[in-house]
């Protein structure tokens, strides 16, 4: 139901409004002048605004929405604010719904409204609508700012990514790269098993190490280089039945924010030592709490 609206038909849709997004945060940072912190001016913006274009965001609520996901989702504010944004957040979700029901949208709460109106409840969209906005939010924010470190430290791969030519394997390689994501939802073995030498008897829960994967040389040779050019797969957006819907828009944000980022600022480079960079204090989610910039 909800896969519908992540179809690279209707992806790429949104790609107009997306690098109109990027160009609109590009703007406010060249504005403000350096230095500037990339993950409050460009990776969290940026997500938080292609949510709100997918949700169907009114444009006049659309700064108070992003500001409330900001605020829910920076690991750096103490937990009742962040509560309290969240508290917020689903309280306008809920409203926003019950205007989706009495005229819906092209946007995909709109679609689900018109399509499934008769199979969901009022409850369950304003959870998918904000399934969407923390699966969506969260990851992409996080990748946006450690790739754009990435692309920093290593002006050959910031080249090429300012050029765009390869930007599409350029972004896979990030994602296995970097992955974002540490480990997906604990499964429960159906029946015992040995997988690698290890035994796993039935009913023990099981945490998966999504980078351990991705950096393990059995599946990618020489897993722990950098190559652009790779063509082996990885498991940053999961696998199989647990495959992100939302992989698409994921991908066409990066691909569209790079090159649009790096040709802006020709001249981007940290405004701090690299050692000196502060990452976020998190199992779940890789990222940074704050990516000092200048140019």
């Not at 073995?189 to 690698?196: F, S, Y």
């Amino acid at each position: 139901m909800i896969a519908a609206g992540f179809t690279a038909r209707r992806v790429q849709r949104l790609r107009p409004r997306i690098e109109s997004i990027v160009s609109a945060a590009l703007d406010e940072m060249e504005r403000a002048g350096p230095p500037a912190d990339l993950v409050q001016c460009f990776a969290l913006p940026i997500p938080s605004m292609v949510i709100c274009e997918l949700l169907g965001v009114p444009y006049a609520d659309r700064a108070e929405f992003q500001q409330r996901s900001v605020i829910r989702f920076d690991g750096t504010r103490d937990m009742r604010t962040r509560m309290a944004a969240e508290a917020a957040s689903l309280k306008y979700m809920a409203g926003l719904v019950a205007r989706k029901r009495a005229d819906p949208d092209e946007a995909l709460l709109g679609t689900l409204v018109r399509e499934h109106g008769e199979e969901v409840d009022d409850g369950e969209l304003v959870g998918i609508g904000d399934l969407l906005l923390l699966g969506g939010h969260e990851t992409t924010a996080n990748m946006l700012a450690l790739g754009s470190l990435f692309l920093l430290e290593n002006p050959e791969h910031a080249e090429a990514a300012r050029d765009g030519e390869h930007i599409d394997e350029m972004v896979e390689e990030l994602l296995r790269y970097l992955s974002v994501v540490q480990s997906g939802v604990p499964r429960v073995a159906r029946e015992d098993v040995t997988l690698a030498g290890q035994h796993i008897r039935r009913g023990e829960r099981l945490l998966c190490s999504l980078p351990s994967a991705n950096h393990d040389d059995a599946l990618t040779p020489e897993a722990e280089r950098f190559d652009a050019t790779r063509t082996t797969g990885h498991l940053a957006f999961g696998h199989g039945i647990h495959y992100c819907i939302g992989a698409p828009l994921a991908r066409l944000e990066m691909r569209l924010a790079y090159p649009a980022l790096l040709r802006r600022f020709p001249g981007l480079g940290l405004a701090v030592a690299s050692d000196e960079v502060a990452f976020r204090p998190s199992s779940v989610f890789y990222g940074l709490r704050e990516l000092p910039v200048t140019w």
